[in-house]
């Protein structure tokens, strides 16, 4: 099984900054692509941004050229840089993960518990 634990969440005002970061860890081999995805209330869990091994990146339209994932391999971890951040933004963010626990296993996909993200007006 794999593990995520994010954290960096918290309360900021509109226009400021927050990073968010998830470990992943437990029975990896590889894993192919890293994400974070958000899920406001009464609303449902979206995609924010994706990233692959190999450094692809796919964002959400209302989070281009604010937000920025990033990925450390070697560690196993995730990263989302949230600037210029907006009332609409606040949500409890979940990293997500596709990963392999040997060569020949099936791809299994794994979330975290999530973080909350608040951006007052």
């Known amino acids: 099984q794999v593990q995520l634990v994010e954290s960096g969440g918290g309360l900021v005002q509109a226009g400021e900054s927050l990073r968010l970061s998830c470990a992943a860890s437990g029975s990896i081999f590889s894993i192919n692509v890293m994400g974070w995805y958000r899920q406001a209330p009464g609303k449902q869990r979206e995609l924010v941004a994706t990233?692959?091994?190999?450094?692809?990146?796919n964002y959400a339209d209302s989070v281009k050229g604010r937000f920025t994932i990033s990925r450390d391999n070697a560690k196993n971890m995730v990263y989302l840089q949230m600037n210029s951040l907006r009332p609409e933004d606040t949500a409890v963010y979940y990293c997500?993960?596709?990963?392999?626990?040997?060569?020949?296993?099936?791809?299994?996909?794994?979330w975290g518990q999530g973080t909350q993200v608040t951006v007052s007006s």
């Open positions: 990233i692959t091994n190999v450094g692809s990146t």
């Open positions: 997500n993960t596709n990963s392999r626990r040997a060569p020949w296993s099936p791809v299994v996909s794994s």
